[in-house]
């Protein structure tokens, strides 16, 4: 079965400052992978995706992350947080084939920027 | 603008009152499925469907029902509401790659 690992429940960095959230996952096969960012009493919205190909992918908002398949890690970075990227944010794994669509979340990382 | 719509955003109800919570989406997407969140937890998958007619159960079990007879439109039912469906309930729908929210709906059961 498919699982997805966010390490760090709160984490809390300066405007301005750097960020990166941890992301490590299960699955058998290659996984397609996702970060998602959730603001207060909100739905989610997709900041980016990895199916295949480049390893470093590009999202919304600035942030880009990095498809490790050796360390089944998929960290989201930033390389100067702004305070309205304060939220929880989500990485998740999909997979292919009959289940295809269905994903499996993360416990959520929350994110405080302060000024 | 197509989207994905969920109605009410807020329900404050008393127990066992029978509750609807709706889902409509304009993407033409054949798949679409409910989540159940607690605040500051993940989310867990309780329902989806891949087309009209197709309703499966996701891996938290839930006391609740969905039907799919429309392809836009895929309402959530619970026939007796406890306090244990307090919860906040997200609708997601997807094509061929990632899945697209709705803003969720917030269920306070007294």
């Known amino acids: 079965a498919q699982s997805v690992t966010q390490p760090d429940i709160h984490i809390t960095v300066s405007e301005g400052a750097s960020l990166e959230l941890r992301c490590n996952y299960s699955?058998?096969?290659?996984?397609?992978l996702f970060w998602y960012v959730q603001s207060p009493g909100q739905g989610l919205q997709l900041l980016l995706k990895?199916?295949?190909?480049?390893?470093l992918v590009q999202g919304i908002k600035g942030f880009e992350a990095e498809f490790k398949r050796s360390q089944s890690s998929f960290n989201l970075r930033k390389p100067s947080v702004h305070w309205s990227d304060a939220a929880e944010y989500f990485c998740a794994v999909g997979s292919a084939g009959t289940s295809y669509g269905k994903l499996t979340f993360g416990q959520g990382t929350i994110l405080t920027v302060h000024p | 603008e197509a989207d994905i719509y969920q109605t009410p955003r807020y329900l404050v109800i008393g127990t066992g009152k029978k509750i609807t919570l709706e889902c409509s989406q304009t993407m033409g997407h054949d798949k679409m499925y409910w989540y159940q969140q607690d605040p500051g937890m993940e989310l867990h998958l309780i329902h989806y469907s891949y087309g009209v007619n197709s309703t499966e159960k996701g891996d938290l079990s839930s006391e609740s029902t969905v039907s799919r007879i429309r392809t836009e439109h895929f309402p959530l039912t619970l026939e007796s509401a406890r306090p244990s469906h307090t919860s906040q309930y997200l609708c997601?729908?997807?094509?061929?790659?990632?899945?697209?929210f709705g803003p969720g709906t917030r269920l306070t059961v007294l």
């Open positions: 699955y058998g096969a290659t996984p397609y």
């Open positions: 997601a729908s997807s094509g061929i790659s990632e899945q697209f």
């Open positions: 990895y199916f295949s190909g480049d390893t």
